[in-house]
């Protein structure tokens, strides 16, 4: 299985501040990476799919960018809302694979 | 609007086969993929499995003995059964849609889940 790590774990930051997430695939993935929003108690939430197009309805604050090992998830602007948990997940091999995820909470 | 809906029993015994219905409303099941994965206590997401509009399957080799994914189009229902269930089960257990997305090159698509459910938690304890 392709194994998948995110760093950093967690991540403090303030409204308005520029977040850059990274996630690291054991292997190459070509661009068969998306990127996941979670809540505690919600839905999941797709941002980003093939590492870089942003899912239909998410705010272009988000960004993606990456092939191979190395992909990053940036948030331009931090909104309240925007405080959560970022996972990959990688599509190039199954079994579909998930980051642990980082945490971005409020400084 | 898609919605998904997970519901089944909180706790299970070891042992014992747990089984999971997820609910789809606003939607037809045609042409997605229908997905069950689990979050096991501080750790990451963990694929289970899924089953396709044309029935095919596909689930994680570490699974694949114990997990059968099936479903009741008249309801607009699938189902998760995970037999011999042990304390390493224990996990918030979500449904979710699929779908392989243009990833920008011919015949190269990304797999991803584009509608979750909300989980639902399960204990495994005697």
């Known amino acids: 299985d392709i194994q998948m790590t995110q760093s950093p774990s967690s991540l403090s930051a303030s409204v308005g501040d520029r977040v850059t997430l990274t996630c690291r695939p054991s292997?190459?993935?070509?661009?068969?990476l998306n990127w996941y929003q979670h809540k505690p108690g919600k839905a999941p939430r797709l941002l980003i799919y093939?590492?870089?197009t942003l899912q239909s309805g998410v705010p272009s604050r988000f960004s993606g960018s990456g092939s191979g090992t190395e992909f990053t998830l940036t948030i331009s602007s931090l909104h309240p809302e925007d405080f959560a948990t970022y996972s990959c997940?990688?599509?190039?091999?199954?079994?579909?694979?998930f980051g642990p995820g980082t945490k971005v909470d409020v400084k | 609007q898609v919605q998904l809906q997970e519901s089944g029993p909180g706790l299970v015994t070891p042992s014992d086969t747990l089984s999971l219905t997820c609910t789809v409303s606003?939607?037809?099941?045609?042409?997605?993929?229908w997905n069950w994965l689990r979050q096991p206590p501080g750790k990451g997401l963990e694929w289970i499995g899924y089953?396709?509009?044309?029935?095919?399957?596909s689930n994680n080799p570490s699974l694949d003995s114990r997990v059968t994914i099936s479903e009741d189009t008249s309801k607009n229902q699938f189902f998760l059964r995970l037999t011999s269930v042990t304390a390493a089960d224990a996990a918030i257990y979500f449904c979710?849609?699929?779908?392989?997305?243009?990833?920008?090159?011919?015949?190269?698509?990304?797999?991803?889940?584009?509608?979750w459910g909300q989980g639902t938690t399960v204990t495994v304890s005697s």
């Open positions: 292997q190459s993935i070509s661009s068969l």
């Open positions: 979710a849609r699929g779908e392989f997305f243009d990833a920008g090159t011919p015949n190269f698509y990304s797999y991803g889940l584009d509608v």
């Open positions: 997940q990688q599509s190039y091999i199954s079994p579909f694979t």
């Open positions: 089953l396709s509009y044309s029935g095919s399957r």
């Open positions: 093939a590492a870089s």
């Open positions: 606003g939607d037809s099941k045609s042409n997605y993929y």
